[in-house]
C-alpha cells in the first residue's frame, strides 16, 4: 500500500460488511488487501487440490480428500499488525463468532502476544533405573558432550539455522512400586519446523551412548507434546466496559477456572479459534490439543487456559499454553493451500504463526464468554444453524430465503428451531407454488 496510508483503517474499510459480500467480492477485497494473489483466486475457484498425486505422497491407502470450507476473519489487529485470518472448519458459528469479537473489539481494545522459551521436549526411557544416583551423576558428566554430539551427527541442519540441541536433563519418575523411571528430557530448539521427527531422531541417536555410559537398558524414546518450555502468550485489554461487563465476564472466567468440567468446554472453546488455523496452515493440530490439554491439567486438576480480570477500569484476558508449530516440512510445505494460507497470514516464523493462533483463541473465548453472561449460547448458535437446517430440509436456491426468513420468524418467537419446522416450512411452501417454477426441483 502507498506511503502514509493507515494500515487500519484501510482493512476496516475494505472488511466492512465483508460477510455480507459475494464471493466474488470477498476475492476483489482480498487481493485489495493483498491476502491474495490472482494465481491463488484462481486456485480458490477451481476448487483446490483435484489429482492424487499429493495424496499418496501424505498418507497410505488413500481414496480421496475430505474437504472443510474455508473462509477469514478480518477487522483483527495483533500486536498493531492488521491480520487476515484463514481458518478451515465445518462448524457453522466458529468463524462468524470470531469475526463479530473482532469486530466489536476494534477500537474498544488490544491484542498483545508472546513468546517464553524457545525449546521442544524429547524423552528417552529406562523404565526400571538399577541405580539412579549413579545414573544421574555419569549423565551429568558428560552432558555438554552427549549435546555436541547430537548436534554434530543429527542436528547439524538445525545448528546452522541458530537451533539444535541446547540441554539435557534427569528426571525420575515413581513406578507405584517402589522402583523408578528414569527420564532424560532432551531440550532442542526447532527453528520453524514442528520438530517431532528430528527430535524422535535425536532421542533414538542418544539411546547407544546413555546405554553404554551408564549400563541400563534405555525402552523408550519419543518426543513429549506437553512443552512448557515453549509458551505462547496472548493478552487482550478492553477499555470503555461498564462494570456490569466486566463483572460478569470476570466470574464467567472464575468458573472454568475453579470446576474441570466447564474449563473443559471453555478450552474447547479456545480451540475453536485455534484449529481452524491448523488445519488451514497445515500443522498437526492434534499434537497441539493434546499439548494445551495436558498443560491445562498440569497443576494435577485440570482448568482454563485463559484467565479475564478486571484491572482498574480496564478489563484483562490472557492466553498461555504451549503452542508448538510449524511453517516448513510436511503439509506445511506441500500442500498449496497451506501455502497459501500461510501467505495470506503474512508470518515468516512458526513464533509468529503461533501468536496469531494464540490471540485468535483469546478472541472466541472472549466472544464465547460475552454470550453466555449476556442472551446465552443458543440465541447466535440457532441463527446461524438456520442455513443447515434449510439445507438438511431440502430446499433448493429460490426455496432457500424464503425458507430461512420463515425460520428466523419462528426463532424470535419461540426460541428454538429445529429440523422438522424446515420441512413442514418447505412442504408448504411447495404446496402453493407449482413445481414447474422449480424447473427440476420435485415437491416433497
Not at 70 to 79: A, E, F, K, P
Not at 340 to 369: D, F, I, P, T, Y
Request: overall charge neutral; charged content about 25%; hydrophobic content about 40%.
Amino acid at each position: 500500500m502507498a506511503a502514509g496510508v493507515d494500515h487500519r483503517e484501510t482493512q476496516k474499510e475494505l472488511f466492512n460488511g465483508f460477510s455480507k459480500l459475494s464471493r466474488e467480492e470477498r476475492f476483489q477485497c482480498l487481493q485489495k488487501m493483498g491476502a491474495l494473489k490472482p494465481e491463488d483466486v484462481k486456485y480458490l475457484k477451481g476448487g483446490g487440490l483435484h489429482g492424487m498425486d499429493l495424496a499418496e505422497k501424505f498418507i497410505e491407502n488413500v481414496i480421496g480428500y475430505f474437504q472443510l470450507p474455508m473462509g477469514v476473519i478480518s477487522n483483527l489487529v495483533i500486536d498493531g499488525q492488521p491480520r487476515v485470518v484463514p481458518m478451515a472448519v465445518e462448524e457453522t458459528s466458529i468463524i462468524a463468532a470470531a469475526a463479530k469479537t473482532a469486530k466489536w473489539l476494534y477500537g474498544r481494545g488490544k491484542i498483545t502476544t508472546d513468546l517464553v522459551g524457545k525449546d521442544i521436549i524429547g524423552q528417552i526411557q529406562v523404565n526400571r533405573v538399577k541405580e539412579a544416583d549413579n545414573f544421574k551423576i555419569k549423565i551429568e558428566e558428560v552432558r555438554e558432550e552427549l549435546i555436541a554430539l547430537a548436534n554434530k551427527e543429527v542436528a547439524a541442519g538445525l545448528v546452522r539455522r541458530g537451533g539444535g540441541v541446547r540441554d539435557i536433563q534427569v528426571r525420575f519418575v515413581s513406578r507405584g512400586d517402589g522402583g523408578q523411571m528414569g527420564v532424560i528430557h532432551v531440550m532442542a530448539d526447532p527453528c520453524e519446523a514442528m520438530g517431532a521427527n528430528i527430535m524422535n531422531q535425536v532421542c533414538e541417536f542418544l539411546k547407544g551412548p546413555i546405554q553404554e555410559l551408564t549400563g541400563e537398558t534405555v525402552t523408550m524414546c519419543i518426543l513429549s507434546n506437553l512443552v512448557d518450555t515453549r509458551l505462547t502468550r496472548a493478552r487482550i485489554e478492553i477499555n470503555s466496559l461498564s462494570e456490569e461487563e466486566m463483572d460478569r465476564i470476570e466470574e464467567g472466567s472464575l468458573f472454568a477456572q475453579k470446576d474441570p468440567y466447564r474449563a473443559a468446554t471453555n478450552n474447547k472453546g479456545v480451540l475453536n479459534g485455534i484449529d481452524p488455523i491448523l488445519i488451514a496452515t497445515g500443522n498437526d493440530w492434534r499434537a497441539v490439543e493434546a499439548g494445551i490439554h495436558a498443560y491445562a491439567a498440569r497443576s494435577g486438576r485440570y482448568s482454563s487456559v485463559t484467565l479475564w480480570k478486571k484491572e482498574g477500569d480496564k478489563l484483562v484476558g490472557t492466553f498461555e499454553a504451549p503452542l508448538i508449530l510449524g511453517v516448513v516440512g510436511g503439509v506445511t510445505r506441500l500442500h498449496p493451500t497451506a501455502q497459501m494460507a500461510l501467505r495470506m497470514l503474512k508470518v515468516q516464523s512458526a513464533e509468529e504463526l503461533s501468536r496469531v493462533c494464540a490471540a485468535v483463541g483469546l478472541v472466541q473465548n472472549l466472544g464465547a464468554l460475552r454470550a453466555l453472561t449476556t442472551v446465552g449460547i443458543i440465541e447466535g448458535h440457532m441463527k446461524l444453524h438456520i442455513k443447515n437446517l434449510t439445507l438438511a430440509a431440502g430446499a433448493k436456491d429460490r426455496e432457500i430465503p424464503i425458507v430461512q426468513k420463515r425460520l428466523e420468524e419462528i426463532l424470535a418467537m419461540t426460541k428454538r428451531i429445529t429440523l422438522s419446522q424446515a420441512v413442514d416450512i418447505l412442504r408448504e411452501l411447495r404446496s402453493k407454488i407449482q413445481p414447474s417454477s422449480f424447473s427440476s426441483e420435485k415437491p416433497l
